[in-house]
């Protein structure tokens, strides 16, 4: 079975851009959710959502938004990209929202 | 708020050395608690998790076990190998979210 994939792997965008990254689950997992990790760092919670609903959200700016599909794949935006954007964004999902979470490789954002 | 500290690195270790790595954190009611490791220029991935006080996690021949009454979660390997290097996040999932700690960077010599 495959494992949670994001695309793309990597991707340079120019300050004030807008950025799409994509996130396709394991099959059968209803829960996909966000997580940015800056050089250095552990991860931080974006957002969550289960069932294509938002379920949780992080502290994060309004610049900061995603949606989930109803093939539970999801997308997260940014706009307005900032220097301080630049991380690697990892999609993680699991079978219902409360279970272990499995990660997919992650996106490296360098925002210049 | 929920929060996980863990052992500062960078932690340099010989071949079959001991490896311990301290994890303590603050979190309000049954936290799961668990250990992702990351490889160089790869994602995370779940390396043992424990789900209730006094569960003991186990894979790949390291171990931790979940202590309620010091709210700890310590990693633990006997005997470490060169393909043991890596970076090592102790975590807890309340609710809906994982929070992480900063991170252990391992790195085993020959």
């Known amino acids: 079975d495959a494992g949670v994939t994001q695309s793309p792997t990597h991707l340079i965008k120019t300050r004030g851009q807008h950025v799409t990254l994509r996130c396709s689950p394991i099959?059968?997992?209803?829960?996909v959710s966000w997580y940015q990790q800056v050089l250095g760092q552990g991860p931080q919670f974006i957002f969550q959502?289960?069932?294509?609903?938002?379920?949780g959200r992080g502290n994060f700016p309004d610049r900061f938004s995603a949606r989930q599909f109803p093939n539970y794949s999801s997308e997260l935006n940014v706009n307005a990209l900032l220097l301080g954007d630049s991380a690697l964004y990892l999609c993680?999902?699991?079978?219902?929202?409360?279970?272990?979470?499995?990660f997919g490789q992650g996106t490296r954002l360098t925002v210049v | 708020g929920d929060s996980v500290t863990q052992m500062e690195g960078p932690v340099t270790l010989s071949e079959e050395a001991f490896l311990t790595i301290n994890c303590t954190y603050t979190?309000?009611?049954?936290?799961?608690l668990f250990w992702y490791v990351q490889y160089p220029g790869e994602g995370l991935q779940l390396l043992l998790k424990?789900?209730?006080?006094?569960d003991k996690g186990s894979n790949k021949g390291f171990e931790a076990t979940y202590r309620k009454e010091t709210t700890s979660f310590h990693l633990e390997k006997g005997s470490v190998q060169v393909s043991d290097s890596a970076v090592y996040f102790c975590?807890?999932?309340?609710?809906?979210?994982?929070?992480f700690g900063a991170g252990t960077t391992v790195t085993v010599r020959a």
């Open positions: 993680a999902s699991s079978r219902i929202d409360r279970d272990e979470a499995f």
């Open positions: 099959s059968g997992h209803k829960s």
């Open positions: 959502y289960y069932e294509k609903e938002e379920r």
């Open positions: 979190a309000t009611g049954y936290p799961s």
């Open positions: 424990a789900t209730k006080a006094d």
């Open positions: 975590a807890l999932s309340n609710d809906y979210k994982l929070s």
